[in-house]
């Protein structure tokens, strides 16, 4: 079963990677690289108050619904708090385990293709954004905005069908698939630091996670909002104060880790086997998987806020592209780089970037990356 479904996930990859790039570069093109022309404007739209105005839902499509009004939902949610529920979704254990294992495979080349397919999903995810927001609807009974790509394939391509494969679709991903992946990682990391593996230890964190979900998550979406905008932030700027915590204390290899990089990904070097292709391949497959640009998952939160214009909550969710992988993804990738990892060999998760903190900083740092990915991976199965 594993080598069957390897195989289909290779062929599956050869090409979806290629429409991906080509969406990104095409959005890219249209929007006269939307991604880093407007990049100073994203800070101030992230921090903008919820809008209290309806006049989005007054033009296109939401018009000739009849959803005119004069005042936002009361339970309508700020730009910042739909930034880190999506936040929540893509920062997690794609951003700890999923750099990991693209290093293994792919050698330190592929780090620097993460980095390439997040400023182009900037532009994928910055249109998937704003459709959402263009296109949302009210939600009367819950008394705030809902949205995403069901919404605007319904509404704006008039495709329901392509609307309803799409939600079946993306609830069996992400709230079975994805979301045993975030938990399994919890299981490995904790078992790593108290050194344990057993059946009993499994059930009980699966059981856990799943009480401390249902908690939040029946609250609605404020609930999930306010659990969000503060756990994601504060555990997202600790790992990013370890991983700075190691970067000053190895300073003088930072050149060549990042000589390591570029060299790894243009081929100017080869890694103990990694070729440019295989660092090309997994840099973007685990890019993907950790930014989420163009799975069609983060607009679901972009589709909820009450901006005041379409365009800022795409600008909001490019930001958020970029905090994933430029900035978290990065932090992982040098933690593990600067500890000397061998390429190539058996892939490794969490338990690496484990590891290579451990090896760092003494062995606390295992204990504290467990904690940190516990809150990450907790998070994405409430974003989820």
């Known amino acids: 079963m594993t080598d069957f479904i390897t195989s289909l996930n290779d062929s599956y990859w050869g090409v979806v990677v290629w429409i991906l790039v080509a969406a990104g570069v095409y959005f890219g093109i249209r929007t006269i690289v ?8 994203m800070f101030g739209a992230v921090t903008e108050p919820p809008s209290q105005d309806d006049d989005v839902l007054a033009q296109g499509a939401a018009a000739h619904a009849g959803e005119k009004g004069t005042k936002a939902p009361d339970k309508s949610i700020s730009p910042f708090k739909a930034f880190t529920i999506s936040a929540a979704s893509r920062v997690g254990t794609g951003n700890v385990a999923g750099v990991a294992v693209a290093i293994t ?65 993306i609830t069996i991903t992400f709230g079975f698939i994805n979301n045993a992946l ?29 009480l401390l979900t249902a908690m939040i998550v029946f609250g609605g979406v404020q609930r999930i909002a306010s659990f969000t905008q503060i756990f994601v932030p504060f555990m997202a700027i600790a790992y990013i104060l370890l991983g700075l915590l190691v970067i000053g204390m190895n300073i003088s290899e930072i050149p060549a880790v990042i000589g390591d990089i570029i060299g790894g990904a243009l081929g100017f070097k080869e890694f103990a086997g990694a070729t440019v292709g295989a660092a090309f391949m997994n840099g973007m497959r685990r890019g993907l998987f950790s930014n989420e640009a163009g799975q069609g998952s983060a607009p679901n939160a972009a589709g909820t806020a ?32 600067l500890s000397n990892p061998t390429f190539g060999t058996d892939v490794e ?29 907790f998070s994405s199965v409430i974003g989820n």
């Not at 939307?34 to 404007?41: A, D, K, T, W, Y």
Request: glycine content about 10%; aromatic content about 10%.
């Open 105 to 169: 495979l792919g050698g330190p080349g592929a780090v620097f293709w993460m980095w390439m397919i997040a400023i182009l999903g900037g532009a994928t995810a910055f249109i998937e954004a704003t459709l959402a927001q263009l296109y949302k609807t009210r939600d009367y009974a819950a008394n705030a905005y809902r949205g995403g790509p069901a919404y605007y394939m319904t509404r704006g391509l008039n495709a329901k069908w392509l609307a309803v494969i799409f939600g079946v679709v």
């Open 349 to 377: 998760g969490a338990k690496l970037t484990q590891d290579s903190m451990a090896a760092q900083v003494g062995d606390w740092g295992t204990h504290a990356v467990t904690l940190i990915l516990f809150f990450l991976a």
């Open 182 to 210: 975030q938990t399994n990682s919890i299981v490995s990391s904790v078992a790593t630091s108290v050194d344990s593996d057993t059946t009993t230890m499994k059930v009980v964190i699966g059981v856990a996670v799943a």
């Open 306 to 337: 009450a901006a005041s214009h379409p365009c800022k909550q795409g600008l909001v969710q490019t930001l958020g592209v970029y905090f994933d992988t430029l900035i978290v993804c990065s932090v992982t990738a040098f933690i593990i780089l």
């Open 34 to 41: 939307v991604q880093i022309r407007l990049l100073p404007h």
